[in-house]
């Protein structure tokens, strides 16, 4: 990038700032910018033009190019912009503007389990109320369930499905229309890396304020913090049960030798300890739990097998047994109505006196120093403890945040995110010393790839295959559409094979697209396309005429170059034209598209008056008009949808091999 | 990767090849008429799984009747087997144990010794938490929550060869089932009618999209797409060939239309067009009867009986295919013995499961049901497991499917088989 262009970039951001009003404190910060990024992207090395570049860049840090967008990173550049998706801070006006239409978006999880009780909850409450006989209580009792309804408008209580179809519109507007792409796509990814679950009841009331409050504010900080940040979060504490996972306090048991009974942990002692978590897993008394004893192992082991280190990353099953012990009373503080009764005793003490009984009450997390292991511990060869309480396991989750092991693991995962499904290993090499030499800086890891040749190499280039998810709002991206239900996206992501927020395991989503592309996904993949362009999608909008400034193609087969290029970009889109044309010049197909199309939309007796230059004889993509407020016609789409050659040719593009890569 | 390209490489291709160049292919419209026909490639067996999520109450599906102690732990919801006291009674099967009279018509298959009964069946983990159960049950790995794959992913991988067509392993389901999670080939679909381009009210744009793909997969430089592309395509072929929507059932079947029962016809119809499907897997909702559930009416006994005349039906309109077929049911944990404050039973330990085909060893109630008294049950409250879950699945595995690696379908799992399937 020569200076002259580098001036005029900063003279066009200092505008814009002046424009936001916060012209020292920005200002600062754009300067600031230009001073910290000092790197340099090896793309031409690697053979690419200034244009591939951007089209890779944008493939891998964002949900996809918009119309556009390609020559605005460039015009920006390319480090430039790169620093600012780092940064993470540029003004969201007009999609906070859709977000405020969701009313649960900003609760706290107190909030929340206030307003969307769990499945059968309200129906408790109310039984538990008079209000419903609890021997109406029958699957098919229409009344019981109408006074449940009328209960529950009384109370102010919403169905726990809302609550999840808002945490999921709300993640689709922001993948579509959010101009900080990658903390996005790095919200989505480390949500996936601390994959937790919506199936898993007791805690899927937590899962928005994970997302909002845990992940994407540390998605682009540092690994520990991201990793302490879960760890103490409800959502994963609930999710990996370590909620309720308790030591015996006893610490003439917790020596050395302990350490090797410890280590003859058998199936009988596993199961007695899961055995004294049974009154919690039995309805609702959760209350009567403390009064259960037992070590519950489970997420000691995902934190080093998938948090951290990797099922290779060298440890033992008595390191997770150890690590278990030190991870005892990290808990969650009392919310709702059930935990009434313990929330009351924490409450009448102050800080100091918490503080001063080892209690650590942060938000959601509540360390409980009588349900923790006070022995010695050894994990990975260092001691913990003996009384370490709290602290001890911030230690331990330091250590595993900072073990090469982790670097390593971690690394490989971003790489093949960003990189490939079989990332180089000099690259991963290159990553993990940046993640050893920066305390996990996540920002900087992703520098270190970015500038690494390897990132450029034509190997990588559209190596990786769209999830479905980044299908979907990739198409929604390269069309400009105007989506006003998110949720109906979903029911296509879903179909696609990727039902967000409700996978079950702890190891998310695999990502390679060996796991993506099956048989009936991908004609539905196909489907979406075609249904997405053709408006058969109820709630999202797409006006292909704008795409092309409302120049209508001459041609099916103008149309079909016109279209390729501005929905795939710097593409070699020979072969997709080539197989394609042929199609669209057998004057038997087109007829009948055409004749479809006119039965699904007759056209509107305005466009005949006003629509001079639409003769049948010039519309050869079987379009109809209709009047468009001052004087634009756009292609019609009705509940019927829109049948015309134009929508079918796009609906192609989204759907074929090639859009299917990133 | 490997496993999936069987179905190119092998005679698969072939196969459907002659098939789509003209009419109805005639294994087809042979198959149409419950006509058992040599295939080209060897006859494989099918595993149906049906998982009954929700934990079903063994104790009242199968009823271990004779207890004084049950009769007393469920005033409302215990039922007799002694007919004349009124409503229907339970049906007797072996002077101990009497299966719930809404599922009357699992008694002929029983009395003939194809269904088998497994009572005291569950998981060596004890939680009571569906979630966990299920994704234990589910992983095969009842320990260990990082098993990324499920244990009939894995068993469509010990098949001891490649996937014949892309309806080796079939989920009817919406989305893809924690047993089905892992590296090799298999399908997900509510319904098979979504096995093609779509554009409603347009069929021709639809021919035309379709043929748009097809070309287009067919010539793109990506392995993947182009081989899964192809498959998909092959896949919606055979699948146009035969009238899914107006499918009639053999022996004038009437299914239920219920989820389960919609499931069931849908892999009857795969199983009778010969398409290569090995391992299928369905679900049945609703058995987390905590308020009232019922006896011989109410929700259970629907539930029951929606259950057991969709297995009924599935298995008549099977007609000459069911010496391939054996059908396993599922649930996560069983009940309480005791009944709730709501009419209802909460979360326990073991339950029942059936199974269902020629090669069972059936005609039995398999397991070791301890006679039921307060010191008998787990955390004195529940019915002991007293048999793991995995050494039927694995039995019914080995002697079906021939997977005889156990230790790869269950790692971690060394035990016995109890003799659930004939030797």
Same mark, same amino acid.
């Given at each position: 990038m020569n200076s002259a262009s580098k001036k005029n970039h900063r003279s066009i951001c200092f505008a814009g700032l002046l424009i936001c009003g916060l012209l020292l404190f920005s200002s600062f910060f754009s300067l600031h910018n230009t001073v910290r990024n000092s790197f340099r992207f090896p793309y031409k090395k690697a053979g690419l033009t200034e244009r591939q570049a951007a089209a890779h860049l944008l493939s891998r840090f964002t949900y996809g190019a918009t119309p556009g967008q390609i020559d605005a990173v460039i015009k920006e550049g390319l480090e430039n912009w790169f620093q600012k998706q780092l940064d993470a801070r540029l003004p969201d006006d007009s999609l906070n503007r859709l977000l405020s239409g969701y009313d649960a978006l900003k609760l706290s999880n107190a909030e929340v389990a206030a307003i969307y009780p769990k499945g059968g909850q309200a129906l408790r409450m109310a039984v538990k109320e008079g209000v419903i006989s609890k021997d109406s209580v029958k699957p098919d009792n229409k009344t019981y369930r109408e006074l449940l309804q009328n209960y529950m408008q009384e109370k102010g209580l919403k169905s726990q499905q809302e609550l999840f179809r808002q945490l999921i519109s709300q993640k689709i507007l922001k993948a579509a229309y959010g101009n900080n792409q990658l903390q996005e796509v790095m919200t989505s990814f480390w949500f996936n890396h601390f994959n937790v679950s919506i199936t898993k009841s007791d805690c899927a009331e937590f899962i928005p304020a994970y997302e909002r409050d845990v992940i994407r504010p540390n998605s682009l900080g540092k690994f520990s913090d991201l990793l302490l940040a879960t760890a103490k979060s409800p959502a994963m504490l609930y999710f990996l049960d370590n909620f309720s996972s308790s030591g015996s306090n006893n610490k003439a048991q917790a020596t050395q030798s302990s350490v090797k009974n410890k280590q003859a942990t058998t199936l009988q002692t596993q199961m007695a300890a899961s055995a004294d978590r049974l009154p919690m897993m039995v309805d609702n008394k959760v209350q009567n739990a403390k009064k259960t004893q037992g070590l519950n192992e489970n997420y000691a082991r995902e934190v080093m097998?998938?948090?951290?280190?990797?099922?290779?990353?060298? /440890?033992?099953q008595q390191d997770v047994t150890q690590a278990a012990r030190v991870l005892?009373?990290?808990?969650? /503080?009392p919310t709702g109505s059930y935990g009434q009764a313990g929330k009351n005793a924490l409450d009448k003490m102050d800080a100091d006196q918490l503080k001063k009984r080892g209690y650590v009450h942060e938000g959601d997390f509540l360390f409980n120093p009588n349900r923790h292991d006070n022995g010695e511990k050894m994990v990975l060869g260092k001691h913990f403890g003996p009384d370490g309480g709290y602290e001890e396991g911030v230690q331990l989750l330091n250590m595993l945040a900072h073990h090469p092991s982790a670097a390593k693991f971690v690394c490989g995962k971003l790489a093949v995110r960003f990189v490939s499904d079989k990332p180089p290993q000099s690259l991963i090499n290159k990553m993990a010393e940046t993640f050893k030499n920066k305390d996990g800086d996540i920002k900087q890891v992703l520098i270190t790839m970015v500038s690494a040749p390897e990132f450029w190499s034509t190997s990588s280039v559209r190596e990786k295959t769209k999830s479905p998810f980044e299908l979907t709002i990739a198409a929604v991206r390269s069309l400009n559409a105007d989506i006003q239900e998110p949720y109906q996206l979903y029911n296509w992501i879903n179909k696609m094979g990727e039902k967000m927020y409700y996978y079950q395991a702890p190891t998310g989503f695999p990502d390679k697209g060996q796991y993506w592309i099956n048989t009936g996904a991908l004609l539905n993949r196909m489907n979406f396309g075609l249904a997405l362009a053709s408006g058969r999608i109820p709630g999202v909008r797409v006006d292909l005429m704008a795409l092309n400034n409302h120049h209508e193609p001459e041609s099916s087969q103008a149309a079909l170059v016109t279209y390729s290029k501005i929905i795939m970009p710097e593409r070699n889109l020979e072969q997709t034209i080539k197989r394609l044309t042929p199609m669209l010049n057998d004057p038997n197909l087109v007829k009948k598209v055409e004749d479809a199309s006119a039965k699904a939309a007759p056209p509107q007796k305005d466009m005949m008056q006003e629509g001079t230059a639409m003769t049948a004889g010039n519309n050869v993509l079987g379009i109809t008009y209709e009047r468009k407020g001052k004087g634009n016609y756009m292609a019609k789409q009705k509940t019927g949808g829109n049948n015309s050659l134009l929508a079918q040719v796009v609906g192609v593009i989204i759907g074929s091999p090639e859009y299917q890569r990133r | 990767m490997l496993s999936r390209r069987g179905f190119l490489k092998a005679g698969g291709l072939t196969l459907f090849g002659v098939g789509l160049m003209g009419g109805i292919p005639a294994f087809l419209a042979e198959a149409a008429a419950s006509m058992k026909v040599e295939s080209p490639y060897k006859k494989k067996k099918t595993l149906v799984c049906i998982f009954q999520r929700g934990a079903m109450d063994g104790l009242m599906a199968v009823t271990p009747f004779t207890y004084q102690y049950l009769k007393e732990a469920r005033p409302t919801l215990f039922m007799s087997a002694a007919k004349g006291a009124g409503g229907s009674p339970l049906i007797d099967l072996d002077g101990r144990f009497g299966l719930h009279p809404s599922m009357k018509a699992f008694e002929p298959v029983f009395r003939e010794k194809r269904l088998g009964i497994v009572h005291g069946i569950g998981s060596p983990n004890p939680t009571r938490s569906h979630f966990d159960a299920q994704d234990y049950m589910e992983s095969g790995?009842?320990?260990?929550?990082?098993?990324?794959?499920?244990w009939l992913n894995r068993a469509v991988g010990l098949l001891?060869?490649?996937?014949?067509?892309?309806?080796?392993a079939v989920s009817l389901t919406s989305s893809m089932p924690r047993s089905f999670y892992g590296d090799n080939p298999a399908v997900a679909i509510n319904n098979l009618q979504d096995f093609a381009i779509q554009m409603r009210g347009n069929q021709a744009g639809a021919n035309l999209a379709a043929k748009s793909f097809e070309d287009l997969y067919d010539q793109t430089a990506s392995g993947l797409l182009k081989d899964t592309g192809k498959e998909s395509f092959e896949a919606m072929k055979i699948l146009q060939k035969t009238d899914i929507k107006n499918y009639k059932p053999s022996n004038n079947v009437v299914y239920p239309s219920s989820a389960i029962g919609n499931s069931l016809k849908q892999i009857a119809q795969l199983i009778r067009m010969d398409v290569g499907l090995e391992v299928a897997f369905a679900e049945s909702n609703g058995w987390d009867t905590h308020f009232n559930q019922g006896t011989e009416n109410g929700v259970f006994a629907r539930n029951v009986a929606d259950l057991s005349n969709s297995i009924m039906a599935f298995w008549t309109d099977l007609g000459a295919y069911q010496d391939d077929v054996t059908v396993m049911t599922m649930t996560e944990f069983g009940r309480t013995v005791h009944q709730n404050g709501t009419g209802g039973t909460d979360h326990g330990r073991a339950s029942c499961n059936f199974i269902l085909g020629n090669d069972v060893n059936g005609g039995l109630v398999h397991g070791n049901v301890q006679p039921l008294t307060v010191e008998n049950l787990e955390d004195g409250r529940d019915l002991k497991?007293?048999?793991?879950?995995r050494s039927v699945f694995s039995e019914v595995a080995d002697k079906h499917l021939k997977i005889t690696n156990d230790h790869a379908l269950f790692p971690d799992w060394s035990g016995n088989k109890i003799g659930v399937m004939k030797a």
């Open positions: 097998e998938l948090h951290t280190l990797g099922v290779d990353g060298g /440890y033992t005892t009373g990290w808990s969650v /503080y | 790995t009842p320990f260990n929550k990082g098993t990324s794959s499920g001891g060869h490649d996937a014949l067509t892309p309806f080796s497991v007293t048999t793991d879950f």
